[in-house]
């Protein structure tokens, strides 16, 4: 959505500056609905302000100086008080506060943060908002978390005069929605086709002959399906037994799942009565079946049904191969990247913190019955930062906190909920970056799982939010603070039906916050033997049976088997900052020679480059309201190699050494003097996504190679060798 521009014919006089004021109108925000008849009389509210720094230059190269593994000033972080005392600009603290006092604001409302660059104002009322930023607020609903906060269609509107002393401006015209990275399986996508709208989710589902297949899921030597049953008559039914509307009425479902390749000859079939269900009111009837099949194995996938005078219906294809695979574990994660499975943490000084959004609580009983019935001794306490109510949890936040203690057990945890003070307030990525910064013991290394495509951080955040979140991330680096963020699961594209993604496969659309270069930024993968382009080809083209082969990787896919697709790509807003070499040239170089170079208007070659690292993304057992379910996601990678890092953090505190920071310059450095320490990623490519319940596979994504790639970065972790390394810098 753009901006109009409308120019106001008045001059507005303040008593600290006289300027022109501009408005930017704008339709209302994709996520948010307006409550018109709500009075916003007694409706309290908060502003924050970004101020400019000072010495930016300055800040970048100290962020390199402290970072860069062969630097004097490699590991010499600065403490909170001499970042303030960097950044800080005394003459922006003294024109915003005197502007702000001039209108009305008492200094009781107002908190200069320690690091000196930030001024929250609270408790205001509706009519201060509007007078001070020239613009009207209306009360918002979200769709999502249902929220309500006071907000203005219209960009705010301060003095110049002021304005430039200020980067950005939250609380007034910025419509925050993030979104979360897991993919819960089955029991939660359960949840969405009961939830979902036919007209919107599905179209026109009058005039077909065969079963609708919402979803065909791998996992642990079985497929769950869920589809919607057909009848005679091109119909789909709204009543049980399915089909009664439209006789004859199904009995049986017959699932076939055979070879998608034939270099090995497998075939599984079931014919059951399907378990069926009414969603909603006015809905069709959704039935779900399962079918044991061998792991690993790409499978071609094929569904029909069975009526009551005994015929058998038109037949449906999946339409890619599927594949299950066995469930993960910590222990198990641990034992293929090379780390000993009992490996506690014993530094007293470490810290590390999942950060959560959007009212995702965690549950502290279902982390103990994680770590119960997993085996993982863990006494470390968790601290809460925020709110969080354990009876309403959110697997994403239940994933995050049990993966990042199961890595590193022993190892204390923040699970840090950014939320609102009041009804009026809303949560973002750049109030947690500010209250890390000023923290008095920020935890050394932190997991984020939320985002969204970075062409929309601007247009819902506000003008200049992204600028000034990569100096915030520059700020975490300078403290040696380690910001891990997961990728994104629609692809390289960033299809997903959260208005937040990308919906188009051109451009491909990068995601923001691992588009930062001061980030580590985390992809997903699938643990399988099938990991060489040779598994995926038939005989005649020279391909083999892989079942047996070692374990290795692939990048998460719907070509590869799975349901979604890992992120990755080039940014059009950040740019690298060498510490890459020549790599993301030498890929290019590739991907050109072989042809399979995106165009140039789907991307910009010359962006900072993702992801970094990748970790398993599938299959992760998570304990949710007292049972156990696998879930997906590079959300699930995040956390995994965070607590990788708080391992790196403990041998090298227990050394004498500093912790390893803003972790990039270091990782690169490792690859290039001990490439033995990855596992290269060689086949696989992250061109697909889903939108809705559709699975949907653009022209151009990236392809995974030897070496670096826009896939999976550097490959994955070999942890022996790390370990072994990790005290040479």
């Not at 200094?107 to 009519?127: A, G, M, P």
């Not at 950005?168 to 929605?177: A, H, N």
Request: glycine share 8%; aromatic share 12%.
């Amino acid at each position: 959505m753009g901006f109009a521009r409308i120019l106001l014919v008045s001059v507005l006089l303040l008593s600290v500056v006289q300027s022109a004021l501009v408005k930017h109108n704008r339709a209302e925000p994709l996520g948010w609905e307006i409550l018109s008849e709500k009075d916003t009389t007694n409706v309290k509210s908060s502003i924050t302000f970004y101020l400019k720094h000072k010495n930016v230059e300055i800040l970048k190269a100290t962020v390199g100086a402290v970072s860069y593994p062969y630097s004097p000033s490699y590991g010499k972080y600065l403490s909170r008080d001499q970042l303030a005392d960097l950044i800080s600009d005394e003459t922006a603290i003294q024109k915003v506060m005197g502007w702000l006092y001039s209108q009305g604001v008492f200094k009781d409302q107002i908190e200069l943060l320690h690091t000196k660059d930030v001024i929250k104002v609270r408790n205001l009322d509706i009519t201060t908002i509007e007078k001070m930023m020239n613009v009207p607020l209306s009360l918002y609903k979200s769709k999502f978390t249902q929220d309500v906060i006071a907000r203005s269609a219209y960009h705010y509107n301060v003095p110049t005069g002021i304005m430039q002393y200020i980067d950005v401006i939250t609380g007034v015209s910025d419509f925050p929605t993030l979104f979360k990275r897991d993919k819960p399986f089955y029991n939660s996508y359960m949840d969405r086709i009961n939830k979902a709208s036919i007209e919107s989710d599905f179209g026109d589902l009058s005039s077909v002959s065969a079963p609708y297949l919402f979803e065909v899921m791998g996992v642990d030597e079985r497929l769950n399906i869920v589809f919607a049953p057909s009848c005679y008559g091109s119909n789909y039914t709204y009543t049980l037994p399915p089909c009664s509307d439209f006789p004859p009425s199904v009995v049986l479902s017959e699932s076939q799942a055979s070879a998608y390749y034939n270099t090995y000859d497998s075939s599984f079939s079931n014919t059951v009565t399907p378990y069926c269900w009414i969603p909603s009111e006015n809905s069709f009837v959704v039935c779900s079946m399962t079918l044991d099949v061998d792991n690993y194995l790409p499978l071609n996938f094929n569904l029909s049904l069975i009526y009551d005078d005994d015929t058998i219906g038109p037949s449906s294809n999946w339409g890619y191969s599927v594949v299950a695979s066995p469930l993960w574990t910590p222990q198990s994660v641990k034992e293929f990247y090379g780390v000993p499975v009992n490996y506690r943490i014993t530094n007293t000084s470490l810290l590390q913190s999942v950060a959560e959004f959007e009212q995702q609580y965690y549950s502290p009983s279902d982390l103990q019955l994680f770590f119960k019935e997993l085996g993982i001794e863990n006494f470390a306490p968790v601290t809460v930062i925020g709110p969080n109510n354990g009876t309403d949890i959110g697997i994403e936040a239940n994933l995050d906190i049990q993966y990042i203690m199961g890595i590193a057990p022993g190892c204390p945890t923040v699970f840090w909920s950014i939320a609102a003070n009041s009804s009026a307030e809303i949560d973002d990525i750049l109030s947690w970056a500010v209250a890390v910064s000023n923290s008095d013991n920020p935890p050394l290394v932190n997991s984020l799982s939320y985002g969204m495509a970075e062409d929309n951080v601007d247009e819902f955040l506000g003008k200049g939010y992204m600028a000034r979140s990569e100096k915030e991330f520059m700020k975490l680096a300078t403290l040696g603070i380690s910001a891990v963020f997961a990728d994104g699961d629609g692809g390289a594209p960033l299809l997903c039906d959260s208005p937040m993604c990308g919906q188009t496969c051109e451009p491909l659309h990068a995601d923001w916050p691992c588009n930062s270069p001061y980030v580590t930024a985390v992809s997903a993968t699938m643990i399988t033997p099938f990991a060489e382009p040779i598994c995926y080809l038939n005989t005649e083209q020279g391909g083999i049976n892989c079942a047996d082969n070692d374990l290795g990787e692939v990048p998460t896919s719907i070509l590869t088997g799975l349901f979604w697709g890992t992120g990755g790509g080039f940014s059009n807003f950040t740019q690298p900052l060498g510490y890459e070499g020549t790599l993301i040239m030498d890929y290019l170089f590739t991907l050109s020679s072989l042809g399979l170079m995106p165009p140039a208007s789907y991307f910009n070659a010359t962006g900072r480059a993702y992801p970094d690292i990748s970790v398993v993304g599938h299959n992760l057992l998570t304990a949710v309201n007292g049972a156990f379910l696998p879930v997906d996601g590079t959300s699930a990678s995040a956390p995994i190699f965070a607590g990788l890092l708080t391992i790196l953090n403990d041998i090298r505190m227990n050394a004498g050494k500093p912790p390893v920071g803003f972790f990039n310059p270091l990782l690169y450095t490792m690859y290039a003097e001990h490439p033995e320490g990855f596992n290269d990623i060689v086949y696989g490519n992250n061109r697909c996504g889903v939108i809705g319940f559709s699975p949907t596979c653009c022209p151009y994504g990236y392809e995974a190679l030897p070496g670096w790639d826009a896939s999976t970065g550097l490959g994955s972790p070999n942890f022996e060798v790390w370990s072994q390394i990790i005290l040479k810098y």
